[in-house]
């Protein structure tokens, strides 16, 4: 597994996970991560997440497509 580094931007606590998603360049729109999220496709902390919204923050990693990615 691939791991990425996905840093907040100044002043943020969280990003969304299917904001995540899109800024990982996995999908082309938030419709897309959305959808897969739905499905079950994804991982938040080694467990699967069907939560379009989960609030992502420092230290979590989300999972999808044998990649890893960890916000900082």
Known sequence: MKDEKIKLKEG???IR???LLKL???FETGGQA???I???EV???GEICT???KKMKKGDKAGY???IFEVC
């Open 65 to 67: 497509n044998n990649l």
């Open 43 to 45: 991982t938040v902390n």
């Open 12 to 14: 943020e606590d969280y």
């Open 34 to 36: 959305k959808i897969a």
């Open 38 to 40: 739905q499905e079950g």
């Open 24 to 26: 990982t360049g996995e």
């Open 51 to 53: 939560m379009r919204g």
């Open 17 to 19: 996970l299917c904001d």
